[in-house]
């Protein structure tokens, strides 16, 4: 008889369990369907690229980024940066909230303990008790709001995880960018020192000339309106110089300070080609569109919490304790009381709320239509950026090599109709022409190079690459 009794409550144990962890009110999560393109726009004159699975943000940072010092840039900021540390703080506190939100899931337990003594009048001796009681709590989950709500704190600590990964790709991508816009700004700097140099030169040499009554005072003033304007560009380029530092030092987690530079602009390397991979492989490399899912995922779990408050609520509580001491007044012995227990349960049910349950729900699914369209709108946007990455790339990529071509024909320009003035056969404006024009489309061709190295890494940044540790 004995052994049924147990076998009895063993069955009834089990079938309890189960019921407690199969009903869940709400709607189990299924990553919605999500049309997206099959290609990526403008690689129809390179289908080779297209077709290959790989991808160009598969490679680490430090592989994209092959300069040492920007590397060690990258390395500091990745350490330093108050962005990145804030991020790394909220997965503290999203964790904390899950260890909170988990804890509704067990027993709740608490000990209490009452000392109390003292003398009732001048014949009875002293009496003192101590009393220790447990009381313990426990709350049913039929129907899954502890669940529901524990699926949510874990989405959400899941999508501060992803914000974190957002922030170091963008961080690592806002380093490298405005690492290659200083190195154009000193490319643009160095231009402007030379011209300067050869202009000063130009005009001591139509100096020169005029004393020997070869030259005009005219010339003397065309040349020097190109050193002037070489000498009012130099304060210019060093107020940019310097506040790009003070950017890129932000970036670090430090102060404002000069900042070192590795290889110059027109020694750095870029890669032969920029696959970038398969469309479906978006979707899981880039980190801000895991992020918008994990709150989809945690706005569908708040659908069942807001769903399981339209059913009882059952809680189990039970106590029980002891009272050691003496108790002189009655006894002259030591007095003992034990197995002091209670034990009930608790059932609520919501009969009239005035509307707060209903809205309650409809706030939740409100929410989570907005995570969806959020979800839905962050692929978009995704798909919109590599398009816009490639587009610029490639396009930036074509005017940097045309205009070398153009700066190769002014400097051409330049050598004969300086031979031509020197010979006598023009005057020198054709060759002041030729000047203006030569260190303008030097000036352009480093803006050139810059655009296309910060092009390469805005497809970097797109295609969700450099958020690896």
């Not at 699914?365 to 946007?381: D, F, K, P, V």
């Not at 300086?418 to 803006?447: F, I, M, N, P």
């Not at 797109?462 to 690896?468: F, R, S, T």
């Amino acid at each position: 008889m004995h052994s049924r009794t147990n076998s009895g409550f063993l069955i009834v144990a089990v079938l309890l369990s189960s019921f407690l962890y199969s009903c869940m009110v709400g709607p189990n999560y299924h990553r919605p369907s999500v049309q997206t393109p099959n290609s990526f726009r403008n690689l129809a004159d390179n289908p080779q690229l297209q077709a290959q699975t790989a991808s160009y943000a598969d490679l680490p940072w430090w592989q994209v980024f092959q300069d040492p010092k920007l590397q060690e840039l990258i390395r500091t900021a990745l350490k330093q940066n108050y962005d990145l540390q804030l991020a790394t703080e909220r997965i503290n506190a999203a964790r904390a909230q899950l260890a909170i939100t988990r804890s509704s899931l067990f027993p709740q337990v608490a000990g209490n303990a009452n000392f109390s003594g003292g003398k009732e009048n001048v014949e009875q001796s002293r009496y003192n008790f101590l009393t220790l009681t447990a009381d313990a709590a426990f709350q049913l989950d039929f129907f899954g709001k502890l669940r529901r709500a524990n699926e949510a704190a874990r989405a959400q600590l899941l999508a501060t995880e992803d914000a974190r990964q957002v922030v170091v790709l963008t961080l690592v991508s806002d380093v490298a960018s405005d690492y290659f816009t200083l190195l154009q700004l000193d490319l643009q700097l160095a231009i402007t020192h030379d011209t300067v140099r050869t202009q000063t030169d130009s005009v001591k040499l139509t100096q020169l000339r005029l004393e020997h009554g070869v030259a005009t005072k005219l010339d003397v003033l065309q040349a020097q309106q190109v050193l002037d304007t070489a000498n009012a560009q130099i304060p210019d380029l060093e107020r940019q110089i310097g506040q790009e530092e003070d950017a890129i030092s932000i970036l670090l987690g430090d102060y404002p300070r000069d900042i070192a530079r590795g290889i110059p602009l027109v020694q750095q390397t870029l890669p032969p080609e920029v696959p970038p991979g398969l469309t479906s492989s978006l979707l899981e490399r880039r980190p801000d569109i895991r992020e918008a899912e994990q709150i989809l995922v945690a706005a569908n779990a708040d659908i069942g919490v807001a769903k399981a408050q339209f059913f009882p609520q059952i809680s189990l509580t039970g106590g029980g304790g002891g009272s050691f001491g003496r108790d002189s007044l009655f006894s002259s012995h030591n007095t003992t009381q034990l197995g002091i227990y209670s034990y009930g349960a608790q059932v609520s049910q919501p009969i009239f709320t005035g509307g707060a349950l209903k809205g309650n729900l409809h706030l939740a699914e409100s929410q989570h239509e907005q995570a969806l369209i959020a979800y839905r709108q962050a692929i978009q946007r995704a798909f919109g950026d590599v398009s816009n990455a490639l587009i610029g790339y490639q396009k930036f990529h074509q005017v940097r090599t045309r205009q070398q071509d153009t700066v190769a024909d002014l400097q051409e320009t330049v050598r004969i109709s300086t031979l031509r003035y020197t010979g006598g056969t023009t005057t020198y404006l054709e060759v002041l022409d030729g000047q203006r024009s030569l260190y303008g489309a030097e000036l352009t061709l480093a803006a050139a190079r810059g655009d296309e190295y910060r092009s390469l890494v805005q497809l970097y940044k797109a295609l969700g690459g450099g958020w690896q540790q």
